[in-house]
């Protein structure tokens, strides 16, 4: 079963600091990896996707792939309270498939 | 600007009464997806078309059918809605030549 895991929170910081989300996942056929950020009532949103090892940054983010550790994570620099949502990670299956996590709840606070 | 459509954006059904929920897009992209998504809950793939070609999820029940008349709209009918069946539907598409999913605004389903 491929899987990708993720800790369901809530994650809680304060406005102005770091939130680090992190992901692993079992298919080490997956090439591709993908965060979606999803506020509550709507749709995901693509924030990010990451392909390499290493970090990948845009804007306010950075998304980095381990794949020998089959570890993705997203960090968010000077968060901001609109940075409030659900954080989907995702990697790419099979046939171009999307596996995804259930998704980590953050929650900034002014 | 180009974009996924989903209509309508709520819709309410009585239980056992057929519901068809809409999707179209203007990215002429060959991957259309279905997705449920219940609270808290990650995206639940129910199938998707390749061009004209059908994959269905195995789990998906039979209750759930879909049709894409042609590249710019799909459809999702819920034969007999159950109460179970209440939830957020999405739809995603994606060009053939990469891996990013594009969501539509979703469909709150109501099952009454």
């Known amino acids: 079963q491929k899987e990708v895991e993720q800790n369901s929170g809530p994650l809680s910081v304060p406005e102005g600091a770091i939130a680090s989300l992190n992901c692993t996942y079992s298919?080490?056929?997956?090439?591709?990896f993908f965060w979606y950020r999803q506020y509550s009532g709507k749709s995901p949103e693509l924030i990010m996707f990451?392909?390499?090892?290493g970090d990948k940054e845009d804007g306010r983010f950075t998304a980095q792939l381990n794949k020998a550790s089959q570890y993705v994570s997203l960090l968010i620099r000077d968060s901001q309270p609109s940075d409030s949502a659900t954080y989907l990670c995702?990697?790419?299956?099979?046939?171009?498939?999307?596996?995804f996590g259930k998704g980590t709840k953050l929650s900034v606070k002014p | 600007d180009a974009m996924v459509i989903q209509n309508p954006r709520y819709q309410v059904t009585q239980f056992g009464k057929p519901v068809t929920l809409s999707c179209s897009q203007t990215?002429?992209?060959?991957?259309m997806y279905w997705y449920q998504q219940k609270s808290s809950q990650a995206p639940k793939l129910l199938f998707h078309?390749?061009?004209?070609?059908?994959?269905n999820e195995a789990d998906t029940p039979d209750n759930f059918q879909s049709r894409r008349p042609n590249t710019s709209f799909c459809f999702l009918d819920i034969r007999s809605p159950g109460l179970g069946d209440a939830a957020m539907y999405l739809c995603?598409?994606?060009?053939?030549?990469?891996?990013?999913?594009?969501f539509g605004p979703g469909t709150r389903l109501t099952v009454l």
């Open positions: 995603a598409t994606r060009s053939g030549r990469a891996d990013t999913q594009y």
């Open positions: 298919d080490r056929g997956s090439q591709s």
């Open positions: 990215l002429n992209h060959n991957v």
């Open positions: 995702a990697g790419g299956g099979s046939q171009g498939n999307l596996i």
């Open positions: 078309y390749y061009d004209k070609d059908f994959n």
């Open positions: 990451i392909y390499s090892n």
